[in-house]
């Protein structure tokens, strides 16, 4: 079994701990506000920051104790992110939508649930605890199951970051048109980091659709390769939770898309 096949098969098991019935998440998804428009934000700067509240990872183990998602939030907020990302993997990533919702109420900047969603329901719960932006990873989806989330997520309302590793998931990514590709430069099966893939990928992305390097960027060398490749937008966890002053770290890494 791979690591990803361990993680999906634990998301599965705390998703049968916690399910609310179709009826409750109708209701949540009703009384929720309409999703802050994350692609319109991010688009603000030459360069921007998806900034990540991320307690532990497989593959580093823990990284911060983040008593206090909302504040560190925050912080990414006023250090200049375009996004907040919070992860809500619990087994893995020590997250829950707990933590979603302290920053929900918090901040005013759209927010990206980071977590493996892999079936109809973690769509619909996704949206119904109040996210903006949704991560559909193409090698936790086979076959058609990519497309039809994608469908769901976007009849709910939120703009879809479609993930991708090689040259099959992002030709199995572009065919559904997405706005949004991530390039994880993390292989998820063995969590393995590989930045070459920067440069290998996202130059075949068009120009018209939003992208985002994500994974492994920690100076502000890996943040020009990236932009280099052609990123639009970085995605950054471990960096900033372990930075003591994180809105520095943002704003030095903005600054690349400046020169």
């Known amino acids: 079994m791979s690591v990803l096949d361990s993680i999906i098969e634990g998301v599965l098991e705390e998703q049968s701990r916690r399910e609310l019935s179709q009826s409750e998440l109708a209701e949540r ?41 909302a504040s560190l939030a925050l912080r990414y907020q ?12 619990a087994r893995r990533f020590g997250g829950t939508l707990k933590d979603f919702t302290a920053v929900r109420e918090k901040i005013e900047i759209p927010m990206l649930r980071k977590d493996f969603v892999v079936n109809e329901y ?62 994880n430069a993390r292989n998820l099966k063995t969590l393995e980091i590989d930045l070459s893939h920067f ?10 659709i939003y992208r985002v390097a994500e994974s492994g960027i920690a100076t502000i060398s890996d943040v020009e390769m990236a932009a280099q490749a052609g990123a ?19 704003a030095e890494f903005l600054s690349v898309g400046k020169r």
Request: charged share 20%; proline share 6%; no cysteine.
């Open 29 to 69: 998804i009703s009384a929720i506000g309409a999703p802050r428009n994350a692609l319109a934000s991010l688009q603000g700067n030459p360069l921007s920051v998806i900034a990540e509240v991320k307690r532990s990872s497989p593959s580093k183990g823990s990284l911060a104790e983040i008593d206090d998602p």
């Open 78 to 89: 006023d250090g200049g992110a375009s996004v907040v990302s919070v992860l809500t993997e």
């Open 122 to 183: 973690l769509v619909r719960e996704s949206r119904a605890f109040g996210a903006d932006l949704m991560l559909l990873i193409a090698a936790a989806l086979p076959g058609s199951l990519l497309q039809d989330l994608y469908a769901l997520g976007t009849e709910l309302g939120m703009q879809i970051l479609v993930e991708v590793h090689d040259q099959d998931e992002l030709e199995r990514a572009l065919a559904i048109k997405p706005k949004i590709i991530g390039v």
């Open 199 to 208: 440069a290998t990928l996202i130059p075949q992305i068009p120009a018209n």
């Open 232 to 250: 639009d937008a970085i995605l950054v966890g471990e960096t900033l939770v372990k930075s003591g002053n994180p809105e520095a770290t943002i």
